[in-house]
């Protein structure tokens, strides 16, 4: 396939704090002990996608993911890493990036995509409806601590949050309508060009956009020029093709048809037979008929684009690290139900103990945990749902549960870590307690302290 990939690899997003930080961007944060990013880089080499670009945020980024790559992909993959600005948003990323994109279609990915559905399929698909964009979505990821866990309340439980409000055609192959962010508020107010194009819409609000994009080179060239004030594909290019797509004022040569249609409501008195539609996929697309006008021939002033969703079966696994709820659910899917996407051989009893792991007498590592190597843990110990990374000393009479504990982690005897993330090279003095926290690298945690749901980072 002639696509090239970019990958939005990003910088330390804000919102990650303090788990991030200059030495560990957020594409370089640890799921199931490697770095989030290697989950996208690997999706992308299953389907023979090898030539990509990564754009990542900020000079000091650069480095660090440039030298992870070429030590972790060697031989596997044709990697160009690229910086930009920090908060350019997606667009401004592409929009700095723009001379690198020579292929007729480009595969946007972003760096914090966990999953394990094909990029090469939405691929396929862009190319079978030779379509401007076509958008990824998977049902929304349930979020939240695991039935099982010992923290009470009713507000405790897992659930689906709403992302975005969709409109489908009836055979879910186009996207009709998307209010994402702030206008999932607001009252739906939907074409009738559309609606009159395409009789029926169906509406979803149980669908995340997984934030892998196809796009035609150059429709998003052409945008990213036109439109300079956009700086999120997801809020601000994706709606505008969504919005234009039976008006289009790209590819009409610069020339730009009126924004707010002066356009004659020529549409409703043009409406489509919806067994046309449900017809099977060879037969043209609501576009294509409403491009030939009531008459059956195409007036010159009809410049349409399709804009197409790919539906991820409800089977698979997709969810994105960009918030820390995020990064604890993903650790402990990966690990738990998702585990098949590790790429880890588990144990008989369903966990992962690296072989140069060392265990005290009486320690016991659960299910659905994960051990990394070299690391030692003392006597009486007990981990649950959680997982430990590489070179960790721990204690005796230590207690982890529904844990992230990364890279050369120091824990006295008898601490408790329930529900929290710590960050690499942090000391816990003996008989801590951490309930539901964050823990920036290199932290302190003093003797016999006690915190809830707190973030700590060094000042």
């Known amino acids: 396939m ?3 990939v970019v990958v939005l690899a990003g910088g330390s997003s804000k919102k990650l704090l303090p788990l991030v930080s200059k030495d560990v961007p957020k594409s370089l944060l640890p799921v199931a002990n490697r770095p989030v990013l290697s989950y996208v880089l690997e999706l992308l080499e299953q389907s023979n996608l090898k030539d990509l670009i990564v754009v990542v945020e900020g000079e000091d980024t650069d480095g660090l993911i440039e030298n992870w790559i070429s030590e972790a992909y060697v031989d596997r993959l044709h990697v160009q890493v690229a910086a930009v600005p920090e908060e350019v948003g997606t667009a401004g990323a592409l929009r700095a990036i723009t001379h690198h994109l020579t292929a007729s279609d480009i595969l946007v990915v972003s760096g914090d995509l966990v999953c394990d559905i094909s990029p090469g399929a939405v691929a396929a698909a862009h190319r079978r409806h030779d379509a401007v964009v076509t958008a990824m979505f998977c049902s929304v990821p349930v979020t939240g601590p695991p039935e099982s866990g010992s923290s009470g309340g009713k507000d405790k439980t897992k659930k689906p949050g709403c992302y975005n409000i969709v409109g489908l055609d009836l055979t879910e192959q186009f996207l009709l309508y998307i209010a994402a962010g702030m206008e999932v508020e607001k009252d739906i107010k939907v074409q009738k060009s559309i609606l009159s194009a395409v009789g029926k819409m169906e509406i979803r609000a149980d669908l995340m956009d997984a934030h892998l994009y196809a796009f035609k080179r150059s429709v998003l060239q052409e945008v990213l020029n036109q439109k300079q004030t956009f700086r999120s594909l997801k809020q601000d290019v994706l709606p505008y093709l969504v919005k234009t797509q039976l008006r289009s004022e790209i590819l009409l040569n ?3 048809a009126e924004e707010n249609g002066n356009e004659k409501d020529a549409f409703s008195n043009n409406k489509v037979m919806l067994s046309q539609l449900l017809a099977n996929a060879s037969t043209p697309s609501f576009h294509e008929l409403y491009a030939l006008g009531p008459n059956g021939f195409a007036p010159a002033e009809r410049k349409i684009h399709k804009c197409c969703v790919y539906l991820a079966s409800k089977s698979k696994y997709c969810a994105r690290l960009n918030s820390i709820q995020a990064f604890s659910d993903i650790n402990r899917d990966v690990i738990g139900d998702a585990s098949h996407i590790s790429g880890c051989s588990f144990s008989v009893h369903n966990n992962v103990i690296h072989p140069s792991a060392v265990l005290g007498s009486k320690t016991t590592v659960g299910p659905q945990c994960m051990l990394g190597e070299g690391s030692q843990m003392g006597d009486k110990c007990s981990v649950k ?6 070179h960790c000393r721990i204690g005796s009479n ?11 982690v120091t824990i006295g005897d008898g601490c408790s870590i329930q529900g929290s993330v710590i960050s690499s090279n942090v000391q816990l003095q003996e008989r801590a307690v951490l309930k539901d ?8 945690v003093t003797a016999g302290s006690e915190y809830k749901g707190e973030s700590l980072a060094r000042k």
């Open 398 to 408: 230590v207690k982890v549960v529904n844990s992230v504990i990364m890279n050369h």
């Open 437 to 444: 926290c964050q823990i920036g690298a290199g932290f302190v």
């Open 254 to 256: 610069g020339a730009q």
């Open 385 to 390: 749902r959680s997982v430990i990374g590489r």
């Open 2 to 4: 002639d696509f090239q």
